[in-house]
């Protein structure tokens, strides 16, 4: 029998490691067992390469080796205290042993191929480019074009491209950010009204320049439409994105050097992104239960003139219960709902979504279909996104138990120890939650980390806000089962999240899925969009 309202505490999830030995920090884990997929059962050292490519200016290429030589090495955690003093951080920031003394992977300084760029042609593009989404597409074409001729007249193959991105590229072909403008509305109107057969006194090109309207639909942001494009390009290997300051553990903003407990924090997560890309995973949950599986829901709204903005793309992410992601594109559509930034699917297309879905985790699953499925949404299900889910597993026939979870971040609930003679700097631990009803209640995901010492919050937490809203799962297994799905970030080497991964990525990801017109998801991997 629950008590409602009651505080209660979930332990910290473990993880697992090589030889099924537990940790709760990934760090631990990693330093003392090593990953949990490892390339060989024997004990070689070094028994797998990583062949990298490299592209970026000569500059860029001394910067990346210096890197690699650094990560190579032990980088120890010490901080300057508030009395200038040098002290050790290793509890709340452990040291970094070296990528080749975790991982077993040896790290080659001199990359497998390396395409250079040269800084007087990216000066050039900004010089002739001030609008944002002209420039940033011309930023990707000049970098994927390079990529995608050395790999056509190349023979040797690489399983990861390190992408070398000045600072300027950085500031100035973000969404938003730097200078430069998007296109204007009566530039974009003028387009709409060709595309409605309305005439003009003067032709595009006259007006516009060749080709320009290939741009409206495609993003201002370097780091989505790079990897939107890789996949359409169907490069070989994943990418990871460095912007040059981090090369010299430098702040990418003022340039400042990092200490050293920051230095082994960076350090530990690009070598875990790293290992991931490559195709192994570092840790696995030992909480998750067999046959369960969890799929996110994502949505973003294309910014284009074509639709006027009301034009939505609806996608998934499917996570196995020992971390596996897949990326599933839908349809585009009017997916809108009575309340502002809210989405809902009609049921053929949230039919067409599990669809892919089911049959993907058949595929990969010694084919067998989940028992228990949990969808993860930001708004409550409609009874036509609910129907279309019903549909196909029943056309499956695979008796899978669906349940719908919606997760709200930032709920409007504070939490504050009440303690006597005692000092009380961190207020709530992560973990705490309390329930409301039988489907509904607050999890503090954020919070004090005793392991620790201290809080993965710079102010008192706000907790989210969990409700079932379809199905009858009990809600403390979902709140058990989200707390283990924010330890799944493998694009960060932290001791857990805020969010379930579900959720935490579903906004890139939908940015990467919209970069482009018409973009084709072809590449499920979830590595390839990270």
């Keep these: 029998m629950k008590v409602f309202n009651e505080i209660k505490y979930i332990d910290e999830p473990q993880l697992i490691f090589g030889g099924n030995q537990v940790a709760e920090d990934p760090r631990d884990g990693l330093l003392l067992y090593g990953p949990y997929e490892k390339w060989s059962n024997d004990f070689t050292f070094n028994n797998y390469r990583v062949s990298a490519g490299v592209i970026g200016t000569r500059d860029a290429l001394e910067k990346y080796k ?54 007087i042609e990216i000066e050039a593009i ?25 790999m056509s007249g190349n023979d040797v193959r690489v399983n990861i491209w390190f992408v070398l991105v000045p600072k300027k590229i950085h500031a100035n072909c973000r969404s938003m950010k730097g200078r430069g403008t998007n296109f204007s509305k009566t530039t974009m109107d003028f387009f709409k009204a060709g595309e409605l057969g309305q005439t003009s006194l003067f032709t595009e090109q006259e007006m516009f320049g060749d080709e320009i309207s290939k741009y409206f639909d495609t993003s201002s942001d370097f780091h989505h439409l790079l990897k939107a494009r890789a996949n359409q390009e169907k490069l070989d290997a994943p990418i990871q994105i460095v912007v040059e300051p981090i090369l010299k553990f430098r702040d990418i903003e003022y340039n400042r050097p990092y200490s050293n407990d920051m230095k082994a924090n960076i350090a530990w997560s690009i070598s875990t992104t790293l290992y991931y890309k490559l195709g192994k995973k570092p840790w696995k949950l030992s909480v998750m239960r067999p046959g369960v599986c969890y799929l996110g829901l994502v949505f973003k709204r294309f910014q284009s003139n074509s639709n006027n903005g009301q034009m939505v793309c609806s996608a998934a992410q499917l996570f196995m219960s020992d971390g596996d992601g897949t990326v599933f594109r839908g349809n585009n559509g009017l997916w809108l709902s009575d309340h502002p930034n809210e989405y809902h699917l009609d049921e053929s297309e949230a039919y067409n979504l599990l669809m892919l879905a089911l049959t993907d985790y058949y595929k990969n699953n010694n084919n067998t279909y989940p028992e228990e499925l949990f969808v993860h949404g930001r708004a409550t299900f409609s009874d036509k996104e609910w129907a279309g889910f019903l549909k196909a597993i029943e056309e499956k026939k695979c008796n899978t138990k669906i349940n719908g979870i919606v997760i709200k971040d930032g709920a409007p609930l504070k939490m504050f120890r009440d303690v006597e003679n005692e000092k009380a700097d961190f207020g709530v631990l992560r973990g705490v939650y309390t329930i409301l009803n039988n489907q509904e209640a607050f999890l503090f995901t954020r919070g004090f980390i005793p392991r620790l010492n201290t809080s993965s919050s710079l102010e008192i937490p706000n907790p989210l806000h969990v409700k079932v809203t379809r199905g009858n799962a009990d809600i403390e297994v979902v709140l058990k089962d989200i707390m283990a799905l924010t330890k799944l970030n493998y694009n960060a080497c932290i001791y857990g999240d805020g969010k379930p991964v579900t959720l935490r990525f579903s906004d890139t990801i939908g940015r990467i899925l919209t970069a482009t017109e018409n973009y084709k998801e072809e590449r499920r991997q979830f590595q390839f969009y990270i």
């Excluded at 920031?93 to 003394?101: D, H, K, L, V, Y």
């Excluded at 900004?126 to 050395?150: C, G």
């Design 66 to 119: 210096s890197f690699v030589q650094e990560i190579k090495k032990p980088i120890i955690s010490t901080k300057v205290n508030k009395r200038g003093k040098v002290e050790s951080n290793e509890v709340q920031r452990p040291s970094f042993p070296g990528f080749e003394a975790v991982f077993n992977v040896h790290l080659p300084e001199e990359p497998d191929i390396f395409v250079e760029l040269k800084q």
């Design 126 to 150: 900004f010089a002739q480019n001030k609008n944002r989404q002209i420039r940033t597409n011309k930023v990707v074409d000049y970098y994927l074009e390079k990529m995608v001729n050395e």
